[in-house]
């Protein structure tokens, strides 16, 4: 089981063995079985019972399973997804009834809205470690923190049971960035980076009981504050740029920094200081019963982390592009027209708006209704998306419409695609495919320059559209 090296997406320098994570579950089901059975070793109470643990540990073995199989073969998102909904359901299923929420002193009572939130904030954390794991060490080391800060939790509020698995944890993660600092000599792969979420999520649910039918959330929200975050604004990249939401992309924290600084240790000591803050705010929290303390702290790190660039500022102006876009469809439509539709340069310094802003002037002279462009090119941490509607027409859904999807190819790797959707008009259809075909060529002709030379000149960028040229492409084979 190894991950070799593309580079195009995958850059190490060399084959890396996966699946690293069993040894963590190996070593943290030894010990949750030895804690549960034999309590007896210890001279303070550990309120760890069979029908808190067990299903943890009967779990386990699923995700371990899916996360090999998935190192292995790959498995689907969606697939995934399910695997992980059915095991939260099996963990929350066993777990006692809480009832009240308490944020800011404010208690909200939640009936049986426990459970299926309960499951989602498992399957919101096991995926957001998960997200994680794409940089040397970088899902470790915050694991390692986040399980400190558990443990400390946990024993203010006196499950020192809890604790105890959670310093284990913290252990098990130490002791394994040994092998996985930069450059890595063996990765966590899913295997490891779901069963770690999955059992952080439970154990910091578990230490945030702050009384009989009470659980206490600020805390726990200051810890998993920037994989949380991270894992938010990746769904805004990804359905924003036409892509689902299990897509992969190189928009996440470690990539950013990655790209800034690229040491791998120096994405580490910044990916520190922003979770420590927050880590340490939830224990002093906890300690004082004030929930004052890990929300100031949670929202001064996430200003600090937009204001400095380091993540998120793309994000929050792709919800604001797409808030204006909105509005000028809606009361100035003549506007929009010319400021060629919505472009979000999420990552990299290509010469994709240029390229793009001598695309849309000629749709205007065809029964166009929509253009989408996306451009990933991840060894150049370049990431582009175009949209471009044609509001004076017809709505896409109050009209019959034809969809022309062309994947962009260059150097035999995907690197985006092209999509186009028409008002179906049977007489103009190979034109309008045609069309299509030549305005993908174009652009792949512009990628390929630029991961040639690395600057492509704007005169230089489309070639001229000549009629011609168009009914030539709509009659060939390939338009066909």
């Not at 059975?37 to 109470?45: G, L, S, W």
């Not at 992980?84 to 208690?107: D, M, P, R």
Request: charged residues 20%; contains cysteine.
């Amino acid at each position: 089981m190894v991950d070799h090296p593309d580079s195009f997406r995958k850059l190490q320098r060399k084959p890396v063995p996966v699946g690293g994570g069993v040894v963590i579950f190996l070593v943290m089901v030894a010990m949750m079985v030895f804690l549960t059975y034999h309590q007896e070793f210890f001279d303070f109470r550990l309120g760890l019972s069979p029908k808190l643990l067990l299903p943890l540990i009967i779990v386990s073995p699923f995700i371990i399973v899916l996360g090999l199989i998935d190192d292995k073969f790959g498995v689907n998102g969606r697939t995934k997804l399910l695997f992980q909904i059915i095991s939260a359901s099996i963990i929350i299923g066993f777990a006692k009834y809480y009832s009240e929420v308490t944020y800011f002193g404010i208690e909200l009572n939640l009936h049986h809205l426990f459970y299926p939130l309960a499951v989602f904030w498992i399957i919101g954390m096991i995926n957001a470690i998960n997200l994680l794991d794409g940089a040397d060490g970088v899902a470790v080391t915050v694991g390692f923190y986040m399980s400190l800060a558990t443990a400390g939790i946990a024993y203010i509020n006196g499950h020192f049971g809890i604790a105890l698995i959670s310093l284990g944890l913290a252990g098990s993660l130490f002791g394994f960035f040994v092998h996985n600092r930069p450059p890595a000599g063996v990765y966590l792969g899913d295997t490891g980076s779901m069963f770690i979420g999955m059992l952080l999520a439970t154990l910091m649910l578990r230490a945030s009981v702050a009384s009989e039918r009470t659980i206490s959330i600020c805390g726990a929200f200051a810890i998993v504050l920037i994989p949380a975050v991270d894992s938010f604004f990746a769904v805004i990249r990804r359905v924003n740029s036409g892509r689902t939401i299990f897509s992969p992309d190189r928009g996440h924290i470690h990539h950013l920094l990655t790209a800034k600084f690229s040491s791998g240790y120096m994405v580490l000591l910044i990916l520190s200081l922003l979770i420590i803050p927050g880590c340490v705010a939830a224990v002093l929290g906890t300690y004082y019963r004030n929930d004052l303390i890990p929300a100031l702290t949670s929202l001064g790190v996430l200003i600090i982390a937009i204001v400095t660039d380091l993540f998120g500022r793309r994000e929050l102006l792709i919800l604001l592009g797409r808030i204006k876009g909105r509005f000028r469809k809606l009361f100035d439509k003549q506007k929009y027209q010319r400021k060629n539709g919505e472009i979000y340069h999420i990552q990299g310094k290509g010469p994709w708006r240029q390229m793009w802003n001598k695309i849309i002037p000629i749709l205007h002279n065809y029964p166009c209704q929509c253009l989408q462009l996306n451009i990933n090119i991840p060894c150049k941490h370049e990431d582009f998306f175009g949209e471009w509607e044609n509001v004076t027409k017809s709505r896409l859904l109050e009209r019959k419409s034809i969809t022309c999807s062309v994947p962009l190819i260059v150097d035999e790797k995907n690197i985006g695609t092209l999509r186009t959707f028409f008002d179906n008009q049977q007489d103009r259809r190979n034109e309008l495919f045609g069309l299509t075909i030549t305005m993908s060529e174009l652009c792949e002709n512009v990628v390929k320059q630029y991961l040639d030379k690395g600057i492509v000149e704007e005169n230089d960028m489309i070639l001229p559209f000549q009629e011609q040229k168009i009914l030539d492409a709509g009659t060939s084979k390939k338009a066909a």
